[in-house]
């Protein structure tokens, strides 16, 4: 199975900044790289697919960006709302994968 | 508005079984492929299984490959899982999710605790 592994596992950060998460694949996957947003108690949200596409409703503060075998998520001035998990997830390979979570707390 | 709402999760005993069901509405349910992933207490998301719209194609994690059969029923707009011989780390939130490789819209989820 394909593994992908996030960085980093916590992050720290204070409203209005810009904070990015890596997310890296242990083979090539091309694009086929998703991001979602998860809060505790509650189901995960699409927020990216195809590594940079944003899902129709999300903020254009969030932005995805990578290829091949390393991708990053980045979240420009960063609001009280968007204090969660997140996740990646494969889709080349018909054995889906996620990464173990980013957990993006409030400083 | 896309809504999946999960139900039949509970507390099942090791080597029991349980069938999961998840109703749709809002969208075109017959025309969609649809999947369960799910998550243990504390953990990360994990991909159980997935159908085609038409429910003739089907694929499984390696690992829950045997124990877990998915099914659809178009006429009610229904999706199913079948979990048997459930083991202790079957113990998890399980999500219907729409689509497959890209999960667009989710479930709220439903909790199965696998104790003896």
């Known amino acids: 199975d394909i593994q992908m592994t996030q960085s980093p596992s916590s992050l720290s950060a204070s409203v209005g900044d810009r904070v990015t998460i890596t997310c890296r694949a242990s083979?090539?996957?091309?694009?086929?790289l998703n991001w979602y947003q998860q809060k505790p108690g509650k189901a995960p949200k699409l927020l990216i697919y195809?590594?940079?596409n944003l899902q129709t409703g999300v903020p254009s503060r969030f932005r995805g960006s990578g290829s091949g075998t390393d991708f990053t998520l980045t979240i420009s001035n960063l609001q009280p709302e968007d204090f969660a998990t997140y996740s990646c997830?494969?889709?080349?390979?018909?054995?889906?994968?996620f990464g173990q979570g980013t957990r993006l707390e409030m400083k | 508005e896309v809504q999946l709402l999960e139900s039949g999760g509970g507390l099942i005993r090791p080597g029991g079984s349980l069938r999961l069901s998840c109703a749709a509405s809002?969208?075109?349910?017959?025309?969609?492929?649809m999947s369960w992933v799910r998550q243990a207490p504390g953990r990360g998301l994990e991909w159980v299984s997935s159908?085609?719209?038409?429910?003739?194609?089907?694929n499984y994690a390696d690992s829950m490959r045997g124990r877990f059969i998915i099914s659809r029923d178009n006429s009610k707009d229904t999706l199913f899982l079948q979990v048997s011989s459930p083991g202790v780390e079957d113990t998890a939130v399980y999500f219907c999710?729409?689509?497959?490789?890209?999960?667009?819209?989710w479930g709220p989820g439903t909790l199965v605790t696998v104790s003896s």
């Open positions: 999710a729409k689509g497959h490789g890209r999960f667009d819209y």
């Open positions: 809002g969208f075109s349910f017959r025309s969609h492929a």
């Open positions: 159908i085609n719209s038409e429910g003739d194609n089907k």
């Open positions: 083979e090539t996957i091309n694009n086929f």
């Open positions: 195809s590594a940079s």
């Open positions: 997830q494969q889709s080349y390979s018909t054995q889906y994968t």
